[in-house]
């Protein structure tokens, strides 16, 4: 157990849809990473925050956005789905802003 | 980002040491090398990194070569549970890129028992 927890585990939707995920850090962690993992594409970085704010921002798709917290729990919010965003939402966190990083178990997001 | 390259699979036995290469001829001399783990149906593990020097942990030992063109991840005596998709990463200690990790398709481990 890492640690980091995310919700939901899974998320089946249509496409068209929003959907918000949710991640807690570990207790301390005030960077929250986004990864995609999907069959195709691999493990892709998607945006960092580091205590509230964007770190860095990798190929996240407009219709994809992020924030964290004053709590430092973050959410990742997916809207106009589609088919291709079906995949394995990570969030990873780390102590500061470039430590070794901590993942969740992830989100199975299925877009029908 | 600087690449790597890794073999696309491995085998080993369990109880035996296993040692999977990664090469990084284009690294530049603030890049860290890091390596992640990812078992079956789960969320990558940090295992090890290391910027110049030889590092060991309760995991693994990462052995990096003296031009910092190549590394190697070193896992003592395999087990069942060692059985997952390595990533060798690099990471840049400056710069936008933070904490950003560029995942490559890794080296697949097999262990037998």
């Known amino acids: 157990d890492s640690g980091v927890t995310q919700t939901p585990k899974h998320l089946i939707t249509a496409t068209g849809q929003r959907v918000t995920l949710r991640c807690s850090p570990r207790?301390?962690?005030?960077?929250v990473y986004w990864y995609q993992q999907s069959l195709d594409q691999g493990l892709q970085f998607l945006i960092q925050?580091?205590?509230?704010?964007?770190?860095a921002k990798g190929n996240i798709l407009e219709r994809f956005s992020a924030q964290q917290f004053p709590d430092l729990h973050s959410e990742l919010n997916l809207s106009s789905l589609e088919l291709g965003d079906s995949a394995l939402y990570f969030c990873?966190?780390?102590?500061?802003?470039?430590?070794?990083?901590?993942f969740g178990p992830g989100t199975r997001l299925t877009v029908t | 980002d600087a690449k790597t390259t890794q073999p696309n699979s491995m085998e080993s036995n369990e109880e035996e040491p296993v040692h999977l290469p990664c090469n990084h001829s284009t690294i530049s001399g603030t890049d860290y090398i890091h390596w992640y783990r990812q078992l079956p149906s789960q969320g990558p593990e940090y295992v090890i990194h290391g910027l110049t020097s030889n590092v060991n942990n309760r995991m693994a030992s990462l052995a990096i070569a003296e031009d910092r063109k190549s590394s190697t991840l070193i896992l003592h005596r395999a087990t069942l549970r060692d059985a997952a998709v390595y990533y060798c990463i690099l990471s840049p200690a400056g710069g936008t890129s933070y904490g950003k990790l560029t995942f490559g398709q890794g080296t697949i481990l097999t262990v037998h028992p």
């Open positions: 990873a966190s780390s102590v500061d802003d470039r430590g070794e990083q901590y």
């Open positions: 925050y580091y205590n509230g704010e964007e770190r």
């Open positions: 207790s301390g962690d005030l960077s």
